[in-house]
C-alpha cells in the first residue's frame, strides 16, 4: 500500500540527500500520506501507545543502567542509592518499573483487540506472528529486569523460572547451569542478565520495525474488517491517525502517571524490598502481575514436564491462531458467536491471572485445571468449530458504509471503553496484591497517616520524635544503612539545619581508614556518613539476637505488607491507599501482650505478638510507656512512640515522596489540560472526514 | 494551516492548534529536564566533596604530599628558602600568566603551597621536584611549573590552580 511515493522535498539540501537515500519520501509515504482506515476507533491507539512505551523503557532504562551496578553484593543497594541520591533518581526508577507494567498493560489491550477484530488472519499472518515474537521478547526482557534489583522476588524468581529448563529431558540439568554460569543463581546470573536485558530491548525496536513494515505492507485491518476499496473509506495518517494516537497517547499518560506518582509499589512485591537472601525463601513466590495466566496453567498441571510445555503452549498456541481461525469473516462485530466466546476467553484469562496470585492449594488448583482447559479449548476448539458452524451477519460494503451508520452511538462506545479500562486496570493490576500475604497474623487496623493520601506530607514534629525513639532504642539492634546523617538535613525530611545534621552525625563514631599507618582507625562522623549499624555482620547480628537477625530498617515500611483481599485491593486503587507496611510496623510495636491467650504457645525465646504472622516474635518488647523522653509535650506512651518511629521509618524508607507527590500533582494538572486540548484539536482536525 | 481556517472563525482554529502546540513544547521541555539532570553529580557524590583538613606536621622542608580532595590530587609543598626566593623574586613580565607568589600563598605561611596537581593543558598530573625551575614538570607534552606552581614553559595556558583552602591553626588547613 505504501508504494514509491512521489513525495519531493523542495529545499534543495534535502532535495540532494533525497537523490542519495529516499528516507524523506519513505517516512512521507509510511507516516503521512499513508491510507488509514476512516473507521479505526481508539482500539487502534494502542499501537501509538506500545511504540511510546518501548520508547520509554529504552530511554529511562539507558539512564538507569549508568547508575546501575550489575553486582550481586551490591545490585540492591545501588538501586536505592539511584533513587535516593541521584537527580530524579526515584521518578527514572518508577517510571521503568511502572513503565514495564504499562507495557504490558497496553500490549495485551493490543492482542485481546487482535483477536476479537480478527487482524490475524490473511494478508496479516506474519504480522501477527511478529507480534507474538515481539510478545515472547517482552517476557523475556521483562522477567530479566525484574531480576536486576536484586530483592528476594527477584532471586527467587529468577529461581523458580529459570529452573523451568531442568524440565528438559536429560539436558535439563546442564541447560540450567548454563543459564546460571554457576551452580545456583549468583552473581554471574545477575550479570547476564544485565547485559541480555539491555540488548532485547533493541531486538524487540528491530522486529518492531519489521511489525510496522508488515503492517505498512499488509494494511491496517479496521472494525469493520473489509478492505480499504475507495478513496472515501481512507484518511492520511498524518493528521489525522497521528493526532488520534497523540491523544489516545496522553490519555494512557494519565493513567502511567496515577503509578508513578501516586501508586508507585502497588503493582510490586513487598518482598522485593528485602535483599536477596539465598537461604530463605519467601512464604509465595509470585511472578509479576502479567505472567500470571501463564503461571497459573503452569501450576496447574501436576507433572513438570507436561506444565512447562502448557506454560509455553499457551504463548506458542498464539502464533498458529491465523490457522486455527480460519473463519471468512474478520471482524467479530459481524460473528454473533465468536463475539460471545472471546468475552469468555478474557474472562478466563483474567480468572486465570487471579488464580495464579493465589496459593496453589484446594479450591484454586481445580478452577485453575478447569480454566486451563477452557484457555486451550478456545483456540483448538471453539475458533476451528465456529469457522465452519456459525453463520456470521453480513459485513458492509465499504468502510464508508460502515462510518455512516455508526456514527450514533460512540459516547456509548467511549464510555464503555473507559470503564473497561478503569475496571481490567483495577482488577489485574491488583491481582497481584492478594499473594503478598503475611499470614498467621491478624490485620493491623488501619491508622491515620500525615503522609498518605495525595496531599500527604510528613509531620515535621513526628519524623523528629521518631528520630529520637530510632536513636534512643531502635539502634541498639537495628541498622538503618541507607540513611545519611546528611539527609536529616533534605527537604522532605526531619527538618533540621545543615549545622544540626553535622552537629548529629559527630555524636557518632564511625570506622575510617585504613590511614598511612595501614590501620583502621575512628572519628566523628561527619553529614556524608551513613547510620553505622549495630552490629559488624549478619552472623554477629544472629548471635547477638537468640538466633535472628534484626533486620535493617531504611526499607522496613515498603518490605512489609499485609494481606488486603479482595475487593479491597481495588479500592486500594483509587484510593491511593499504600500503608499496608507503616500499619503493619505500628501494629507490631504496639502488639505485644504480656499473656499468651490461651491455644497459643510460644516457643522458648520468642515472644507473643498479635500482629506477627504465627504470633511467636524474637524481638522482645521494645517500648514501654515513658521510656523516651519528649521536649515538646507529646504524650510518651507506646501508641505514640509507634507511631512517631513508624512516621520516621516511612521517611526513611522513601525520602522523596513530598516532592513525588508536589510533581505529580503538576504532571496530573499538566496531562489533564493538555489531554482536553488534544481532544478538541482531534475533533477540529476531523471534522471534515466525518 | 491558517490557509485551513473556516471563514466564519479563522482565528479559533488557529489558537487552538497553537495552544496545543505550545502546551506539547512545554511538557517535552518539563520531561527532558529530569533526563538532562540525572547525569549531575549526586547527592552523595555532592557530600563526599566535603571539605578535608590536612595536617601539616609530617612534611619536613622541602618535602611535599599528594592528598585527594574531590577526586583530584592536591600537591601540598613545604619550599625551602631558596624556592621561596626564586618564586618572589621572578619578573612578573617575564610569565605567561603573571601572578606574584603572594597571591598564591597564605600570609604568614610563604612556606607551604598548596595547588591542584592537573596540569592546565590537558589533566595530567605534574611530577613535583623536577623541571628547570625547581617546581613542576609535567611529562605528557613538557610543562614546566616553577616553584610557585606558575606555568614557565610548555603547552600550558594556566598556572597551576591554587584550591579554596585556610588555615585552621599553623600547623592543619582545610581544603574546600
Ligand atoms: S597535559 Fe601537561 S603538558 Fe599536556
Known amino acids: ?690 | 494551516m491558517t490557509t485551513a481556517s473556516s471563514a466564519d472563525h479563522p482565528t479559533r482554529r488557529d489558537f487552538l492548534y497553537v495552544a496545543t502546540g505550545a502546551a506539547a513544547a512545554v511538557g517535552a521541555a518539563a520531561t527532558v529536564w529530569p533526563l538532562v539532570a540525572q547525569m549531575n553529580p549526586d547527592a552523595a557524590t555532592i557530600a563526599a566533596g566535603a571539605p578535608i583538613e590536612v595536617d601539616l606536621t609530617p612534611i619536613g622542608e622541602g618535602q611535599d604530599i599528594k592528598v585527594f580532595w574531590r577526586g583530584k590530587p592536591i600537591y601540598i609543598s613545604h619550599r625551602t628558602k631558596k624556592q621561596i626566593e626564586e618564586a618572589q623574586n621572578v619578573p612578573l613580565s617575564s610569565l605567561p600568566d603573571p601572578q606574584p607568589d603572594s597571591a598564591r600563598v597564605k600570609p604568614g605561611h610563604d612556606q607551604w603551597l598548596v595547588v591542584i596537581g592537573i596540569c592546565t593543558h590537558l589533566g595530567c598530573i605534574p611530577i613535583a621536584h623536577e623541571g628547570n625551575y625547581d617546581g613542576f614538570f609535567c611529562p605528557c607534552h613538557g610543562s614546566q611549573y616553577d616553584s610557585s606552581g606558575r606555568i614557565r614553559q610548555g603547552p600550558a595556558p594556566a598556572n597551576l590552580v591554587v584550591p579554596p583552602y585556610q588555615f585552621v591553626s599553623d600547623t592543619k588547613i582545610q581544603i574546600g
Open chain 1, 1 to 690: 500500500m505504501s508504494g514509491p511515493s512521489d513525495f519531493q522535498p523542495t529545499n534543495p539540501a534535502l532535495k540532494w540527500i533525497e537523490r542519495r537515500l529516499p528516507i524523506f519520501g519513505l517516512v512521507h509515504s509510511s507516516f503521512v500520506a499513508y491510507p488509514t482506515p476512516r473507521n479505526l476507533n481508539y482500539w487502534w491507539t494502542f499501537g501509538a501507545i506500545l511504540s511510546m512505551m518501548l520508547a520509554v523503557q529504552i530511554l529511562t532504562g539507558v539512564i538507569l543502567a549508568m547508575h546501575y551496578t550489575p553486582h550481586a553484593d551490591l545490585a540492591f543497594q545501588s538501586v536505592e542509592l539511584i533513587v535516593r541520591n541521584v537527580n530524579y533518581g526515584w521518578l527514572l526508577r518508577n517510571m521503568h518499573a511502572c513503565g514495564a507494567s504499562m507495557f504490558f498493560f497496553a500490549v495485551y489491550i493490543h492482542m485481546f483487540r487482535g483477536l476479537y477484530y480478527g487482524s490475524y488472519k490473511e494478508p496479516r499472518e506474519v504480522l501477527w506472528i511478529l507480534g507474538v515474537i515481539i510478545y515472547l521478547l517482552m517476557m523475556a526482557t521483562g522477567f530479566m529486569g525484574y531480576v536486576l534489583p536484586w530483592g528476594q522476588m527477584s532471586f527467587w524468581g529468577a529461581t523458580v523460572i529459570t529452573n523451568l529448563f531442568s524440565a528438559v529431558p536429560y539436558l535439563g540439568e546442564t541447560i540450567v547451569t548454563w543459564l546460571w554460569g554457576g551452580f545456583a543463581v549468583g552473581n554471574p546470573t545477575l550479570n547476564r542478565f544485565f547485559s541480555l536485558h539491555y540488548l532485547l530491548p533493541f531486538v524487540i525496536a528491530g522486529v518492531v520495525v519489521l511489525h510496522v513494515w508488515a503492517l505498512h505492507v499488509a494494511g491496517q485491518n479496521n472494525p469493520a474488517g473489509v478492505d480499504i476499496k475507495t478513496e472515501k473509506d481512507s484518511v492520511p495518517f498524518t493528521p489525522h491517525a497521528t493526532i488520534k494516537d497523540m491523544f489516545g497517547v496522553t490519555c494512557f499518560l494519565i493513567f502511567y502517571s496515577w503509578f508513578i506518582f501516586y501508586m508507585p509499589n502497588y503493582l510490586g512485591d513487598a518482598d522485593n524490598y528485602i535483599p536477596a537472601n539465598p537461604g530463605v525463601t519467601p512464604a509465595h513466590i509470585v511472578p509479576e502481575w502479567y505472567y500470571l495466566p501463564f503461571y497459573a496453567i503452569l501450576r496447574s498441571i501436576p507433572n513438570k514436564l507436561a506444565g512447562v510445555v502448557c506454560m509455553f503452549g499457551a504463548i506458542i498456541i498464539l502464533a498458529f491462531l491465523p490457522w486455527l481461525d480460519n473463519a471468512k469473516t474478520r471482524s467479530s462485530k459481524y460473528r454473533p458467536l465468536a463475539k460471545q466466546f472471546f468475552w469468555i476467553f478474557v474472562v478466563v484469562c483474567i480468572l486465570l491471572g487471579y488464580l495464579g496470585s493465589q496459593p496453589p492449594e484446594g479450591v484454586y488448583v481445580i478452577a485453575g485445571r478447569i480454566l486451563t482447559v477452557c484457555y486451550f479449548a478456545y483456540f483448538l476448539i471453539v475458533l476451528p468449530l465456529l469457522a465452519r458452524i456459525e453463520t456470521p451477519r453480513p459485513v458492509p460494503n465499504s468502510i464508508a458504509d460502515d462510518v455512516l451508520s455508526r456514527s450514533r452511538g460512540k459516547i456509548a462506545t467511549a464510555a464503555s471503553i473507559a470503564l473497561a479500562f478503569v475496571v481490567a486496570g483495577g482488577l489485574f493490576a491488583g491481582s497481584t496484591q492478594t499473594a503478598r500475604a503475611e499470614e498467621g497474623g491478624n490485620a493491623p487496623p488501619a491508622q491515620k497517616w500525615s503522609f498518605s493520601g495525595p496531599f500527604g506530607m510528613y509531620d515535621r514534629g513526628s519524623l523528629q520524635r521518631g528520630l529520637k525513639v530510632y536513636k534512643e532504642v531502635c539502634s541498639a539492634c537495628h541498622g538503618l544503612s541507607l540513611i545519611a546523617f546528611r539527609n536529616l538535613a533534605d527537604p522532605g525530611g526531619p527538618g533540621y539545619s545543615p549545622a544540626q545534621a553535622a552537629a548529629f552525625a559527630s555524636e557518632y563514631k564511625i570506622k575510617d581508614g585504613p590511614n598511612d599507618q595501614g590501620e583502621m582507625f575512628e572519628r566523628p562522623g561527619r553529614p556524608a556518613d551513613y547510620f553505622p549499624s549495630p552490629f559488624p555482620n549478619e552472623q554477629a547480628a544472629r548471635v547477638a539476637n537468640g538466633g535472628a537477625a534484626p533486620p535493617d530498617l531504611s526499607l522496613i515500611t515498603k518490605a512489609r505488607s499485609y494481606k488486603r483481599g479482595f475487593p479491597q485491593f481495588v479500592f486500594d486503587f483509587f484510593t491511593q491507599y499504600q500503608e499496608q507496611g507503616p500499619d503493619y510496623v505500628s501494629a507490631i510495636l504496639r502488639g505485644f501482650e504480656e499473656k499468651t491467650p490461651a491455644g497459643i504457645t510460644i516457643p522458648e525465646g520468642s515472644y507473643y505478638n498479635t500482629y506477627f504472622p504465627g504470633h511467636a516474635i524474637k524481638m522482645p518488647k521494645p517500648l514501654s510507656d515513658g521510656q523516651v523522653t519528649y521536649d515538646d509535650g507529646s504524650p510518651t506512651t507506646v501508641a505514640q512512640y509507634a507511631h512517631d518511629v513508624t512516621t520516621f521509618l516511612m521517611w526513611a524508607a522513601e525520602p522523596h515522596m513530598e516532592a513525588r507527590k508536589r510533581i505529580g500533582m503538576q504532571v496530573f494538572v499538566f496531562l489533564i489540560i493538555f489531554a482536553i486540548l488534544m481532544y478538541f484539536t482531534k475533533k477540529k482536525v476531523w471534522a471534515d472526514a466525518h
